[in-house]
């Protein structure tokens, strides 16, 4: 299983940036992805999940980005994308998309395969 990261990048605060995550492997539709973050000095935070068949109420996010990050996937072209709008300085970190079998899935252990990440830096 491969999972490539992309869409990271240099954004002032209130500014969006939109990530994606394309994967490859294994059959897409059949798992949940997740995105998490990675800070300097900081332990691996969860961002973001979706269910392996995107519906109302089939996302599930981390209280930091409530109500600003957005998670979507096509199953046709097997990617999962994070759009993440009000960006803030806090919110500086690698990026990181994951595959698993479970749902809602908001711990590291709980997933499986993981991307290289992609950095995000929002300048204050």
């Known amino acids: 299983v491969q999972l490539q990261a992309s869409g990271g990048g240099l954004v002032q605060a209130g500014g969006s940036l939109r990530l994606s995550c394309a994967a490859s492997?294994?059959?897409?539709?059949?798992?949940?992805m997740g995105w998490f973050r990675q800070a300097p000095g900081k332990e691996r935070e969860f961002v973001a999940a979706i269910s392996w068949s995107w519906s109302v109420g089939s996302t599930h996010y981390g209280d930091s980005v409530k109500g600003r990050f957005t998670i979507s996937r096509d199953n046709a072209k097997n990617t999962v994308d994070l759009q993440m709008n009000s960006l803030k300085p806090e919110d500086t970190a690698v990026y990181y998309c994951?595959?698993?079998?479970?749902?809602?899935?908001?711990?590291?252990?709980?997933?499986?395969?993981w991307g290289q990440g992609t950095q995000v830096t929002v300048s204050s």
């Open positions: 994951a595959t698993t079998s479970a749902y809602p899935a908001v711990q590291i252990a709980d997933y499986d395969y």
């Open positions: 492997g294994r059959t897409f539709s059949r798992y949940a």
